[in-house]
């Protein structure tokens, strides 16, 4: 009753290859964009802000760019914080050596240059797959944090080895890095990015590039045989995917923490964005930013919940029950839907379109 699409005509090809083709979901999307964009910076304390919604976007981000490489490609990956790391790096050195340079611009060069390493290392993909390549992404992973951690000149010969974000401003008076940043501003900048390229991505995917790599995922061979060259389409996902983890990283080293080093974006980081993606829901925009709520923003709901109620815990016991009640969520959501929350939001709209009616 309240989500069908009877009644709603298209009259012309473009109304019916709208991204939101119902209005239900334009009406969904308009209100997650108002609450986004206006009442959480109104309401929101700098602690929300800066603890809660920043590290949600990046992971955001970061699931995104590994979903377009393994939901929609079929190509493993391990390299994801490997490939952070690039994005951070390559926008620490862009930022120092042209201190003029827009940040956007640098963010999207440290993007461009992650996504020619990403080229790189996925070149083994045009030879082996499945859990082979996902070993030599590992070595991308392994070989990246060693050369950022020993080699000094990518920190400008740091003793501490730490990067530490310069201030800069995306327009007069708009800082979004630096000790002159408010949660605010970091909050708007990190928030339009990701709008941004969750955008292209979702018209990236529905594309005729979308489809050559939804065809490379289904059936390789098939696909060749139909013309479609496998090169151009995995390279293509593997650069498209290494360039948002690389924004992503870029945004973690400057919006969100302000300084990193390279153990920061350790194989532990590759494992979470992996979480965040399947238990999201592979092949899905929408589940990229489920997984990554259900990743950031659950531990800290748990933490803060005795308190809240007036109990008061010991830090390790809050530490061991968050493990235990985080694992037992993530096998149950696997075992009751395999393909992620994504797929539970999609029964139940189809749910909705039924109801009340049984049948």
Known sequence: MFYREAGQFKATYAADQAIFPILQDKIGIAIILAIAFGVIPAFASDYFLS???LPFLVFSLAALGLNILLGYCGQLS??????????AFFAYKITTAFPELNII???LLAGAGTAAVGVFFGLPSLRIK??????????AQFFLIWMFNKVDWWTNFSPSGVISAPPREVLP???????????VDRYYFALGVVCVLALLAKNMVRSRIGRTWMAIR?????AEI????????KLSAFAISSFYIGVAGALWAFVYTSSVEA?????NRSFQVLFMVIIGGLGSILGSFLGAAFIVLLPIIINQAPAAVGIVMDTALLGHIEFMVLGALIIIILIAEPHGMARLWQIGKEKLRLWPFPH
């Not at 153990?263 to 194989?267: E, H, R, T, V």
Request: include cysteine; aromatic fraction near 12%; proline fraction near 4%.
């Open 51 to 53: 603890s809660l919604m």
């Open 78 to 87: 391990l390299g994801t914080g490997a490939f952070m790391a690039c994005g």
């Open 105 to 107: 611009f640098v963010f």
């Open 130 to 139: 499945g859990f082979y390549l996902a070993v030599a992404t590992l070595a």
């Open 173 to 183: 008076g708009f800082a979004v890095t630096g000790s002159s940043a408010t949660p």
């Open 218 to 222: 289904d059936m390789d061979i098939a």
């Open 226 to 233: 139909i013309g479609i060259r496998p090169m151009a389409a």
């Open 263 to 267: 153990l920061a974006f350790d194989i």
